[in-house]
């Protein structure tokens, strides 16, 4: 996969914004360290972490405690 796009990465999650929450997480984490689960070679922390997407090695796990988004946004903001 010479470029990775976000469509590639639609296939696996279906929803957009869901997909960059994910992606944003994942770079984070790549950031501080953890080990990609594909070959990175000189690649931004977001495009290994669209790249781990893609391949299916990165998913998303909804957890059902979650509650819905508004919960989540008045949490936060109550923090």
């Given at each position: 996969?010479?470029?990775?796009?976000?469509?590639?990465?639609?296939?696996?999650?279906?929803?957009?914004?869901?997909?960059?929450?994910l992606v944003s997480?994942?770079?984070?984490?790549?950031?501080?360290?953890?080990?990609?689960?594909?070959?990175?070679?000189?690649?931004?922390?977001?495009?290994?972490?669209?790249?781990?997407?893609?391949?299916?090695?990165?998913?998303?796990?909804?957890?059902?405690?979650?509650?819905?988004?508004?919960?989540?946004?008045?949490?936060?903001?109550?923090?």
């Amino acid at each position: 996969m010479a470029r990775v796009t976000v469509e590639d990465c639609l296939d696996k999650i279906n929803n957009r914004f869901a997909l960059v929450i994910l992606v944003s997480k994942r770079a984070k984490q790549l950031l501080k360290g953890v080990t990609p689960t594909v070959l990175a070679k000189n690649n931004k922390y977001v495009v290994t972490a669209l790249r781990e997407v893609a391949s299916g090695h990165v998913n998303l796990d909804i957890d059902s405690s979650m509650g819905t988004a508004e919960q989540q946004v008045e949490s936060d903001l109550n923090r």
